[in-house]
């Protein structure tokens, strides 16, 4: 059950000919509470349920979830402008939350901003090219509570944690659960808070057919919540804590030109670019997470970027194992990958791994194209990302020769036939290591939406009493260019471990869809 009380009041005031005042308050109230009872994969007997005939045999107590959380909000926010030139805005919110202690439950959130419309200047104001230009400078605090659960500052219990390590015991000559405490409490656990900058120029040129923004952001997340393991050292498994403080900062572009020609063709075509400089500044201590520990996390490094060991080629012959630098991870033999040597010690050994791949793209891009001739309609619109790598390990198979990807038809099978593919033979302890050998380019261009329709005219809908008529064809992911071997380029994942694809991933489907709309 899910359940929210929104209120608020508004003010506006024109004070003078030059001064305006628009001012907001408000009050929010939310919440979430859910009871779940089901039944594991075994039935409940007769006996328990008192209904005849359904006795399996098996017995099977019912398992509880349960959980509720509440959170009040009290917010307010005050917009003033000089002669609808200056502006000046100021808001602040204070937000309440079951999710963490009692005496960290609040955070609270300021945030201003600052812009000026130069185009009303004399200057400019009687421009018939420029019909708008605006600077903007804005700072401000948002928060975040989204911890794993409701309860995740309190000390948790766990029962019997899997498969062959009961801890039942016998206690009166008789078998009874056993129980352990798995989750640290944490009564400092805070809300997690990011702090952002953002300077931007927005311009609009021949009564806003061609528009143009730009904008620069800093963004720094601090006391970020992270559901982290512990030390053994520490009596608990795992814990929910505030580690660490993370960058993001770059530029985001988008335009747009909009246009008619004639009566009848109307056209816009729009586009947008957002880079991505992406930062861990501090996490207490380094992270691995994901396939293997190949997604790390640390200072001075991307987030989650992946960590292995670098691929100069391959072993040829006995000769070309005897020069190069020893491995001493595992034996070698030709036609197995060879790691470069980092560290110049004139062997392979764990300190060779390094970064091989960065998960998070170097920027974000898409565009449009939106077309009107008479009563019909086309819009088509593209998405896409550059510069990311992916993880792939989705074609290296334990399994018979004829379940390995085709790549691997290119594989080494004597000397000098590749000095890339690796022998087909996943008994190889190199092929199962993290390298760079799995990594592969993640940038795609997505055709994501095509859509025509056609909307009748007056005549026609007036004869069959509807005020608007429209069909349309629309679909979803017609094309996806890309360099990556899997099903799909975009690989999800947790915040601290991405873009691995293990296989696993459904491939993004193409949707076609008929529809009409119609407004009576």
């Not at 609040?106 to 400019?124: M, V």
């Amino acid at each position: 059950t899910s359940w929210s009380n929104e209120n608020t009041l508004n003010y506006k005031k024109r004070l003078g000919r030059s001064h305006n005042l628009d001012l907001m308050a408000g009050l929010s109230l939310q919440g979430q509470k859910n009871t779940y009872d089901g039944v594991a994969s075994t039935q409940i007997t007769s006996e328990e349920l008192g209904i005849a005939g359904i006795h399996t045999g098996n017995y099977q107590k019912v398992q509880s979830n349960y959980y509720d959380w509440r959170m009040m909000s009290a917010f307010l926010r005050a917009n003033y402008n000089f002669r609808y030139k200056y502006y000046l805005t100021f808001s602040f919110r204070a937000d309440g939350s079951s999710k963490f202690p009692s005496d960290n439950r609040w955070g609270y959130f300021p945030s201003a901003g600052l812009s000026w419309n130069f185009n009303r200047e004399n200057l400019l104001k009687k421009s018939e090219w420029m019909s708008n230009g605006k600077l903007r400078l804005s700072w401000g605090l948002t928060g975040n509570n989204r911890t794993q659960t409701p309860y995740d500052f309190y000390s948790q219990i766990t029962v019997n944690p899997g498969s062959g390590n009961s801890l039942d015991y016998v206690f009166g000559g008789e078998r009874v659960p056993g129980y352990y405490v798995s989750n640290m409490a944490n009564e400092r656990l805070k809300w997690e808070t990011t702090e952002q900058w953002n300077a931007g120029l927005d311009l609009g040129f021949f009564e806003d057919r061609i528009k143009v923004t730009a904008d620069w952001y800093d963004k720094v997340t601090r006391d970020l919540l992270l559901y982290a393991l512990l030390p053994a050292s520490s009596g608990f498994e795992q814990g929910m804590l505030n580690i660490g403080k993370i960058r993001n900062r770059g530029f985001e572009l988008s335009g747009s030109w909009s246009d008619t020609i004639g009566d009848d063709f109307r056209y816009t075509v729009s586009g947008n670019l957002t880079t991505i400089d992406n930062e861990v500044l501090t996490l207490g201590k380094t992270y691995y997470q994901g396939d293997k520990s190949v997604a790390v996390s640390e200072p001075g490094k991307p987030i989650g970027y992946f960590y292995g060991y670098e691929v100069e080629g391959i072993y040829q012959n006995k000769a070309d194992i005897a020069s190069s630098p020893e491995n001493t991870l595992a034996a070698v033999a030709p036609g197995d990958l060879k790691f470069r040597d980092v560290t110049g010690d004139g062997k392979i050994t764990e300190a060779d791994r390094t970064m091989i791949g960065n998960p998070t793209p170097d920027f974000t891009y898409g565009y449009s194209v939106n077309l009107q001739y008479k009563n019909f309609d086309l819009g088509i619109d593209f998405q896409g990302v550059y510069g990311n790598e992916l993880f792939i390990t989705s074609f290296v198979s334990a399994y018979a020769q004829y379940n390995y990807h085709t790549k691997r038809l290119g594989r080494w099978n004597g000397e000098g036939t590749s000095n890339w593919e690796p022998i087909l033979d996943s008994s190889r302890a190199t092929q199962m290591m993290n390298s760079s050998y799995f990594i592969e380019d993640g940038s795609y261009l997505r055709l994501k939406n095509i859509q025509l329709g056609y909307s009748f005219g007056d005549r026609i809908l007036k004869k069959i009493r509807l005020k608007a008529l429209r069909v349309f064809m629309n679909i979803d992911n017609l094309a996806t260019w890309s360099h990556n071997t899997g099903y799909t380029p975009e690989i999800g994942g947790t915040a601290l471990a991405f873009g691995i694809d293990t296989g696993d991933t459904y491939p993004m489907p193409t949707t076609i869809t008929f529809g009409v709309n119609v407004s009576f």
